[in-house]
């Protein structure tokens, strides 16, 4: 099992930018896909973004493209989320998330093959 803990949440005008941080302890997460998937008021979780286990492939939601990257830091531990030209419907609170599964090919969009969850942080962007 691996430990995940988010942190570079905050308040932020529309336009501006936020970047994530999730730091993994335990085990390595070398291996593991991982990703952000975030919840607003009164909706579903939702995937926003993944990385393959090396880094080479990544996946965004439609609603993001463009304006959000991920990466990660295998060395450290670390997956990041940076957010450019936030808009106020990317106002939620934001999960990393680890595969359930090993040396998986594909980045998974569904939230039941993530089994290691961060406790999440708030984004909020005002208008």
């Known amino acids: 099992q691996v430990q995940l803990a988010e942190s570079g949440g905050g308040l932020v005008q529309a336009g501006g930018s936020l970047r994530l941080s999730c730091a993994a302890s335990?085990?390595?997460?070398?291996?593991?896909?991982m990703a952000w998937f975030r919840q607003a008021p009164g909706k579903e979780r939702e995937f926003v973004a993944g990385?393959?286990?090396?880094?080479?492939?990544?996946y965004y939601v439609d609603s993001v493209k463009g304006r959000f990257t991920i990466s990660r830091d295998n060395a450290k531990n670390t997956v990041y989320l940076q957010m450019n030209s936030l808009k106020p419907e990317d106002t939620a609170v934001y999960y990393c998330?680890?595969?359930?599964?090993?040396?998986?090919?594909?980045?998974?969009?569904?939230?039941?093959?993530?089994?290691?969850w961060g406790q999440g942080t708030q984004v909020s962007v005002s208008s």
């Open positions: 990385i393959r286990w090396g880094g080479s492939a990544t």
């Open positions: 998330a680890a595969d359930r599964r090993i040396w998986r090919v594909a980045i998974s969009t569904t939230m039941n093959e993530y089994g290691d």
């Open positions: 335990g085990r390595s997460f070398t291996g593991y896909n």
